[in-house]
């Protein structure tokens, strides 16, 4: 079955330091990829997506991601977290490729910021 | 509107009660979509709109989950007999229909049965 897999549950950084968060996908074809931002007792908020092309995609905030066709990956990255970076990041397929269509959501990065 | 507005924020039902969630969309998107979002979990698809078809329930857990968009617009979605699994974030969010748009979420009812 289709499937998105976030493997980490929790990650902890330290503040000005790098982060990757890794996101896997289970599908044949390369599907519209999304990554999401979820602050507590918020919506979610659209960080960068992936369609097609140049497969290092730049978003908000000073995140990016990485397309990798080879690894079915799509992880996001940022070189330097601040504090307010601490939230629930989702990454998500769409698996019809069409914007019209339900995505399918990974179970989420928790993200915490230490000083 | 500016973005996606559900109502209300937060909801406390008793066991038994039913519940009526309602999604305001973007004006002029296309299509809608439910979530629910169980606490530590990703969003799980409930169904979506196109317009005011209803393209696909396939998500909705029980036959006390109902959704309608009469008019293309605004939806709610309806459940009937509350139980305590039914606690959750439920989001709403639409769409466009064009890719390069992406989808908008609003920021959800957060539903407690007790």
């Known amino acids: 079955a289709q499937s998105v897999t976030q493997p980490d549950i929790h990650i902890t950084v330290s503040e000005g330091a790098s982060l990757e968060l890794r996101c896997n996908y289970s599908?044949?074809?390369?599907?519209?990829l999304f990554w999401y931002v979820q602050s507590p007792g918020q919506g979610l908020q659209l960080l960068l997506k992936?369609?097609?092309?140049?497969?290092l995609v730049q978003g908000i905030k000073g995140f990016e991601a990485e397309f990798k066709r080879s690894q079915s990956s799509f992880n996001l990255r940022k070189p330097s977290v601040h504090w307010s970076d601490a939230a629930e990041y989702f990454c998500?397929?769409?698996?019809?490729?069409?914007?019209?269509?339900?995505?399918?959501f990974g179970k989420g990065t928790r993200l915490s910021v230490i000083a | 509107g500016a973005g996606v507005s559900q109502s209300p924020r937060y909801k406390v039902a008793k066991r038994g009660q039913d519940v009526a969630l309602r999604c305001d969309p973007i004006?002029?998107?296309?299509?809608l979509f439910w979530y629910q979002q169980a606490l530590g979990q990703g969003p799980e698809f409930l169904t979506y709109?196109?317009?005011?078809?209803?393209?696909?329930k396939s998500g909705l857990p029980s036959d006390r989950f109902f959704a309608e968009r009469p008019e293309g617009s605004v939806s709610t979605l309806k459940i009937q007999r509350t139980q305590q699994e039914d606690s959750a974030v439920y989001l709403c969010?639409?769409?466009?229909?064009?890719?390069?748009?992406?989808?908008?979420f609003g920021s959800g009812t957060r539903l407690t049965v007790v």
């Open positions: 599908y044949g074809a390369t599907p519209y």
């Open positions: 004006s002029g998107h296309v299509s």
């Open positions: 969010a639409s769409s466009p229909g064009q890719p390069a748009y992406g989808y908008t």
């Open positions: 998500a397929v769409d698996l019809v490729n069409s914007g019209n269509t339900p995505l399918v």
């Open positions: 992936y369609f097609s092309g140049d497969t």
């Open positions: 709109f196109q317009n005011e078809a209803q393209l696909d």
